[in-house]
């Protein structure tokens, strides 16, 4: 059973006030149920579909559209790695192929948006630029 901290519970009240409607609300909720859980539980989005009074489908439909949003336990290190023209041109398939060797979880995700300091991952909310085979296995040791 999911239930919001009381934190996020005055959050969302909070946001109730500043959005034009609850609906959009949706994806602050969403975040607000991944940093609290890590991820987002069946039980999250019908808790988030009573908070904002939209069916659970249309919450459920917005988590699996966009691919920061994990709707299972992770166990392992999500590691988000563009796939675009920029970060290929610069080395990310020798970063892919570094990393697969590796205990994380790759996802492959469209332009990160970071393309002047290709090649590009995301672990969480932090990106990390302009990487090298080195600084990516530096960067998993600090993680771990």
């Known amino acids: 059973m ?4 009381q934190e996020n519970l005055e959050k969302i009240s909070e946001l109730k ?3 034009p409607s609850q609906e959009a609300l949706c994806l602050p909720c969403l975040w607000m149920v991944q940093y609290q859980d890590g991820y987002i ?3 999250a989005i019908d808790e988030i579909s009573k908070q904002i009074n939209i069916p659970p489908m249309e919450v459920y439909r917005v988590a699996t559209f966009y691919s920061m949003f994990e709707l ?3 166990d392992k290190l999500k590691v988000q ?3 675009t ?3 290929k041109l610069c080395g990310s398939d ?4 570094h990393l697969s060797s590796k205990d994380v979880k790759i996802k492959h995700v469209e332009c990160l948006g970071s393309c002047s ?3 590009v991952m995301q672990i969480n909310d932090i990106y990390y630029e302009n990487l090298t085979i080195k600084k990516v296995d530096e960067i998993l040791k600090e993680l771990k």
């Open 41 to 43: 539980s069946i039980e």
């Open 94 to 97: 020798e970063i892919l192929k």
């Open 72 to 74: 299972e336990s992770q």
């Open 17 to 19: 006030t500043r959005y």
């Open 117 to 119: 300091t290709a090649p």
């Open 2 to 5: 999911f239930t919001f901290t």
């Open 85 to 87: 023209l920029s970060c």
């Open 81 to 83: 790695v563009c796939k």
